[in-house]
Nanobody
Framework: QVQLVESGGGLVQAGGSLRLSCAAS????????MGWFRRAPGKERELVAA????????YYADFVKGRFTMSIDNAANRVYLQMDHLKPEDTAVYYC?????????????WGQGTQVTVSS
């Protein structure tokens, strides 16, 4: 059973930085893609960034390119999201995601989320 535990959220002023961490356990993650999603009040959940477990492939949503960096520590089974130049519109609950292929689809596992609040 996959467990994902996020940490590192908090309150920060616009222009500041935060680093989110996600501890993954319960499986061997070599075939997984790890992601960070977020859900702002009144909005749908959206993908922020994703990275293959090897770290060879990554994706960033346009609204975070150049500001956020996702990384992975395979030995520690941890993924990180370094968030710089934060904006008030980055305020959301951020969720760690682990996705693996399953048949013609995929299976998602989620963390409990961590709140990020950016004040103007």
């Amino acid at each position: 059973q996959v467990q994902l535990v996020e940490s590192g959220g908090g309150l920060v002023q616009a222009g500041g930085s935060l680093r989110l961490s996600c501890a993954a356990s319960g499986r061997t993650f070599s075939s997984y893609t790890m992601g960070w999603f977020r859900r702002a009040p009144g909005k749908e959940r959206e993908l922020v960034a994703a990275i293959s477990w090897s770290g060879a492939h990554s994706y960033y949503a346009d609204f975070v390119k150049g500001r956020f960096t996702m990384s992975i520590d395979n030995a520690a089974n941890r993924v990180y999201l370094q968030m710089d130049h934060l904006k008030p519109e980055d305020t959301a609950v951020y969720y760690c995601n682990a996705r693996r292929n399953y048949g013609v689809g995929y299976i998602d596992d989620w963390g409990q989320g961590t709140q990020v609040t950016v004040s103007s």
